[in-house]
């Protein structure tokens, strides 16, 4: 390859050709050349070399007017436009030399088989996507290019865009010499998902840095809507050790995005927006299918370059083909510290004003600052919380000086959440009214430590905040497991060396993201409330029938969970709502008795078997059997809440035999929570029904001690460590112990007093469960009691 040559094919080039044609070009050379026979698709192309971009500087006498410009620019940037513009108008001023020209013209000419190509013209730095600095939106791309005059216009622009008024602010604050950055220019086939959709992929969790799942969004039409945060996209999560099975579909979230814009090719512009229609709105821009298809890409991308991508794809209306159009290094969570975790918490909540998707796991207080554009930053201070519609390249130096972003549109892998991320921001993006919602110095509270809903609070709120360095986490004999609830909160905690979930809540999916009673889906005609009919049409529109919203949202929030500690257990326990939380769900009323004393009522295992719900627990069945068998998450453990007797097990497994859930069948395990002094006294009897025993210390401390655990009256008389209490459990675990039956324990009492770690170690108990941010402290007394406990022995 000659180092003079002035264009070169895309296939020709590798990654090593960088310093050629750009990250991007030599990235889609090395995708072309490599990946092929992964089945990757690439459009071809060419690419302008760097020695093109230094051929037009000197035929049009570039270099010491660039030189001058740059030299005049303020150490504060204040007259940053001024120079930018400058450069940038002298650039396009220019004329190709001939022999580029003409290369380039020629190189155009044969991508056309039957008249002029249609070409997307893509600028690529010959610093850009470096591991180190993504240069995230700060070059140009021009999309439905058609013509020779229309792609030497193209390139001129892209030659003008190495000089944005963010760029030469990137390069400034980054270290990089201006004068020493080529430009090459990718040309490439566009493809044509105006007639389809687009969007962009990562082979990691972009918020938490868990390295085995893939994220993918997309819209309607071309791309640049998602990048650019202009509609709220839908989105996809896919776990990824399980992508080489073909036998499961491993896809464990599935969200719909509002899309209310897509970029199509226009008619008098190159492209343009337009409304989307509503029924677009309600589906989902790829099948699953599809979703597989771009997770396995992934995967192979990240394989081939050694380290997490970010990857922009898109769909033929034509063809219907997938199509890989750029891939490039992760620049913030692939470069985390690895051994330090830091958590953030409220003290306490208040109202929330607004809320939408969360970027990063930060909080941040401050005065909001509503700004309809950049050109406003004279308006910003420092430490204000920027609030506006969306963000593109220009907002950055405002960026900077925020504490935290706030914005109506954008999704995951929007502009203003990448960078973001590379800014150590908060931020939550597709609020959908934030810029209407607050005046100018409201002091609010951004908080993104709540899983993927981000929510803004009024006032100032405290909060506080964790490190915790897990090198310090010692090994120990006895398990020590999460207790989770949120499936959104799931990959916050991936790092904590934990051996899995001791209790997974499925009645928090239930009332957070599905919201509706099930019996409400099974018998929709008998819920008579018409707000509530509302409602419910709404949330299950889009699937094939009311109960299959149920079991596919249970299903994934339940897999997510399983898919962040995959292969360590996840033990989940069945619904155990009291009727008087079953009936504020949405079509509840209906299917509720009213019950004095709902907390001793129909509750747990009692439902399961009954006429009443019997078809309610159909539903949470068929979500486990989904999560298990065709999503593939067979680490997932039932657990059967407030079993009275031996016999109500029987009737409770029973009816879950008839919905495929057979114990020991496909390693299937099924648990009891012991919670109840009849759990103890028949231990032996139970134990031949079940798997293992979870200690649930809060209603077995309850009924123990014949308390009221709401009562604020009886507060300081409910305590776990009652000698009454530690006697139970003692028994309990001495009668697992001569049955052989696994014993844990989720209950609150090692969260909120870890020195009772110790008295179950003494016991013998397996496994400990306690909230993430008390594992610490939890797992360092396991270690303590092992080790005392060792001593006594010698």
């Known amino acids: 390859m000659n180092e003079t040559e002035l264009v070169l094919q895309l296939a020709e080039l590798n990654r090593q050709d960088g310093d050629r044609v750009g990250g991007k070009n030599a990235s889609l050379g090395e995708m072309i050349g490599n990946l092929r026979d992964s089945g990757i698709r690439v459009p071809g192309g060419f690419a302008t070399t760097a020695a093109a971009y230094w051929r037009y500087v000197e035929a049009n006498g570039l270099e010491k007017p660039i030189a001058e410009q740059i030299g005049q620019l303020k150490d504060d940037l204040s007259n940053l436009h001024q120079v930018g513009e400058a450069i940038r108008r002298k650039i396009r001023e220019g004329g190709f030399p001939p022999d580029l020209e003409e290369a380039i013209r020629s190189s155009y000419r044969a991508m056309g088989e039957k008249g002029p190509a249609k070409v997307a013209v893509r600028s690529s730095a010959t610093a850009e996507d470096l591991p180190e600095a993504s240069f995230a939106g700060q070059l140009e791309t021009f999309l439905n290019v058609e013509g020779e005059s229309a792609l030497l216009d193209a390139c001129r622009n892209c030659y003008a865009s190495l000089f944005t008024d963010r760029a030469i602010s990137y390069r400034e604050n980054h270290g990089f010499d201006h004068l020493d950055i080529a430009l090459s220019v990718g040309v490439q086939r566009m493809v044509r998902s105006d007639l389809a959709s687009s969007g962009v992929m990562f082979s990691i969790d972009t918020e938490t840095g868990f390295p085995r799942s893939v994220l993918i969004t997309g819209a309607w039409g071309l791309g640049e809507t998602v990048v650019q945060g202009m509609v709220d996209p839908d989105e996809f999560q896919v776990f990824k050790p399980l992508l080489d099975r073909p036998e499961f579909k491993p896809i464990i979230e599935k969200k719909v995005g509002a899309k209310s814009q897509k970029m199509v090719y226009g008619n008098k512009a190159a492209t343009e927006l337009v409304e989307t229609a509503p029924e677009e709105r309600r589906r989902l821009v790829i099948d699953d299918d599809e979703v597989l298809t771009l997770a396995r890409w992934a995967t192979i991308i990240e394989r081939h370059y050694g380290l997490p991508m970010d990857m922009e794809w898109a769909k033929d209306g034509e063809t219907n083909e997938l199509f890989i159009v750029q891939a490039r290094p992760e620049t913030v969570q692939s470069r985390r510290e690895a051994g330090q975790l830091r958590s953030y918490s409220l003290k306490k909540k208040g109202k929330v004003l607004v809320s939408g998707v969360a970027i990063g796991d930060a909080i941040a207080t401050g005065p909001v600052i509503r700004l309809d554009s950049p050109d406003e930053i004279e308006r910003f201070e420092t430490g204000a919380i920027l609030v506006t519609g969306m963000t593109d390249p220009d907002w950055v130096p405002i960026m900077k000086k925020a504490a935290a972003i706030v914005t109506d549109h954008g999704g995951r892998t929007s502009h203003a959440a990448i960078v973001s991320r590379e800014l150590g921001l908060s931020a939550i993006v597709g609020t959908g009214d934030a810029t209407k919602t607050f005046e ?158 709902p907390m001793l009522g129909w509750r747990g295992a009692s439902r399961y078997y009954h006429p009443d719900y019997r078809e309610g627990f159909a539903l949470e069945c068929l979500a486990i059997r989904r999560a298990r068998e065709e999503i593939g998450l067979d680490n997932i453990v039932m657990m059967i809440p407030f079993c009275r007797t031996p016999q109500e097990a029987d009737r409770v497994l029973e009816e879950m035999a008839k919905h495929g859930l057979m114990r020991g069948k496909a390693g299937l395990e099924v648990y009891v929570m012991a919670e109840l002094p009849s759990n103890v006294l028949l231990a032996d009897k139970f134990a031949t029904r079940f798997d293992g025993f979870s200690i649930g210390s809060n209603d077995l401390t309850q009924l123990t001690l014949g308390i009221d655990r709401d009562s604020d009256r009886l507060s300081s008389l409910f305590d776990e460590r009652n000698e009454a209490v530690t006697k139970t459990i003692a028994e309990l675990l001495a009668a697992a112990k001569r049955t052989g039956t696994h014993t844990g324990i989720c209950g609150q009492a090692p969260s909120d007093h870890p020195e009772f770690a110790r008295f179950l170690v003494e016991h013998g108990i397996d496994s400990i469960s306690v909230t993430p941010d008390s594992f610490l402290r939890v797992k360092q007394q396991i270690a303590m009691a092992e080790a005392a406990l060792a001593g006594e022995r010698t």
Not at 452 to 478: C, H, K, M, N
Not at 481 to 497: C, D, I, K, T
Not at 500 to 506: D, I
């Open 440 to 597: 100018n110095g409201q002091a609010v509270t951004v908080s993104c430590a709540e899983g993927d809903e981000g929510r803004v609070y009024e006032g100032a709120l405290e909060f506080e905040v964790t490190d915790i360095d897990l090198s310090e986490i010692p090994e120990t004999r006895t398990k020590a497991m999460v207790n989770l609830a949120n499936p959104a909160s799931a990959f916050r905690w991936w790092r904590l060396p934990s051996d899995g979930v001791g209790l997974a809540r499925m009645e928090f999916v239930i009332s957070n993201h599905i919201k509706v009673h099930p019996m409400a889906l099974v018998r929709f005609d008998e819920v008579e409330d018409e707000d509530d009919r509302k409602q419910i049409e709404e949330l299950t529109r889009g699937f094939e029938t009311k109960t299959d919203f149920f079991v596919d949202t249970l299903a994934r929030g339940i897999a997510r969970i399983a898919a962040a500690h995959h292969p360590n257990p996840v033990i989940v326990r069945m619904s155990d709502f009291k009727t008087n939380e079953y009936a504020d769900l949405l079509g509840g009323e209906a299917f509720e008795p009213k019950e004095e004393n």
